[in-house]
């Protein structure tokens, strides 16, 4: 089995910078290398990184002069998507790993779509509280992944994920039902990132008991628990009171990602949060007023930045 040495990290936003500082402490600055297009790699070429405190450099280059790479981390926010597929073409080689790291049900069959089911490994992302301005990035806790297979012709990649994250110190887990996860962290990504947004808030915010953030926030997971259920995945509401007491240990002036999005002006990932629910929802005829009520205040916000 092929060994991973060599990672290129899609996304140079708050987690693809998280994972490319454990990554070059763990295996080296040449073990890991930023892949973007050539307008991003002429802007940021040189940045002097502030990752907690340590001043960081990382390779980058362009999608048209990358090489097949053994890892592929994609941390891009879900607008960019499409354009991170093409971006990333000449890094998949025929024993490619591709870990998503992004939020949302979606990412790993769009990359499936693309690139086949044996190089993708299903991943969560959860517990971190990585927050980016500029070149600085600031985090308490590193959070964990959750990895895992739904489909026989990825067991392979899986087994060299947890290999190779296992050697980095990378904290993660592989999860014998990841569907069960994926959906899990979308619930909680879909409660606590909008809601921390419309409300301007942060996650001691969306979580002070009896506030209209905090009922809109459980209002919008429990619809997500239905759909899910409605989907074949069975969530409860134990895996919602666990995600909770996730939230709960994080520091609560922190935020999320789309509250920065929010504070910075930002396309946020409405679309991929209720917006997904909506569509959903209407194909099993479940109702979702929470997440309508969610998605028409973060649409008016944002058209009037």
């Known amino acids: 089995m092929v060994v991973i040495q060599k990672t290129a ?8 910078l998280l994972y490319a500082d454990q ?10 290398c930023f892949v973007m297009d050539e307008e991003r790699l002429h802007k940021y070429q040189g940045t002097v990184f ?16 990358a090489e097949p790479a053994d890892l592929v981390i994609l941390a891009v926010k879900y607008n960019g998507l499409e354009s991170a597929l093409d971006t990333m073409k000449n ?6 790993v591709i870990l998503s790291v992004m939020n949302g049900i979606r990412s790993e069959r769009d990359l499936a779509d693309r690139y086949g089911w044996k190089h993708v490994v299903d991943t969560v992302a959860q517990g971190m509280d990585a927050m980016k301005f500029g070149s600085r990035l600031r985090y308490a806790k590193k959070g964990e992944l959750c990895i895992g297979a ?15 994250l296992t050697s980095a110190g990378i904290a993660h887990r592989v999860e014998e ?3 069960h996860r994926l959906w899990g962290k979308f619930m909680l990504n879909v409660g606590v990132n909008q809601t921390c947004m ?7 915010g969306a979580l002070e008991s009896g506030s209209e953030a905090n009922r809109v926030m459980i209002s919008a997971m429990l619809e997500v628990m239905d759909l899910a259920n409605a989907e074949g995945v069975l969530l409860t509401e134990a895996d919602l009171d666990e995600y909770i007491q996730l939230i709960g240990t994080l520091p609560s002036d922190s935020m999320p990602s789309m509250r920065q999005d929010g504070m910075a002006r930002r396309p946020s990932e409405v679309e991929l949060f209720a917006g997904t629910v909506i569509a959903m929802a209407e194909k099993h005829h479940l109702a979702v007023p929470a997440n309508r009520f969610l998605y028409q205040k973060i649409k008016k916000m944002e058209a009037e930045y």
Not at 23 to 32: F, L, Q, R, S
Not at 91 to 96: A, K, L, P, Q, Y
Not at 153 to 160: G, I, P, V
Not at 198 to 204: D, K, L, M, P
């Open 177 to 179: 039902n990841i569907l």
């Open 91 to 96: 890094c998949v080689g025929e024993d490619t």
């Open 23 to 32: 990554i070059a402490e763990a295996k080296g600055k040449d073990a890991v």
């Open 150 to 164: 739904e489909r026989p012709e990825q067991e392979e990649s899986l087994r060299k994920a947890d290999e190779f």
């Open 50 to 65: 502030d990752c907690n405190g340590e001043r960081r450099t990382f390779a980058m280059r362009s999608g048209t002069e």
């Open 198 to 204: 419309a409300y301007e808030t942060n996650f001691g």
């Open 9 to 16: 990290i899609i996304g140079m936003g708050a987690l693809g």
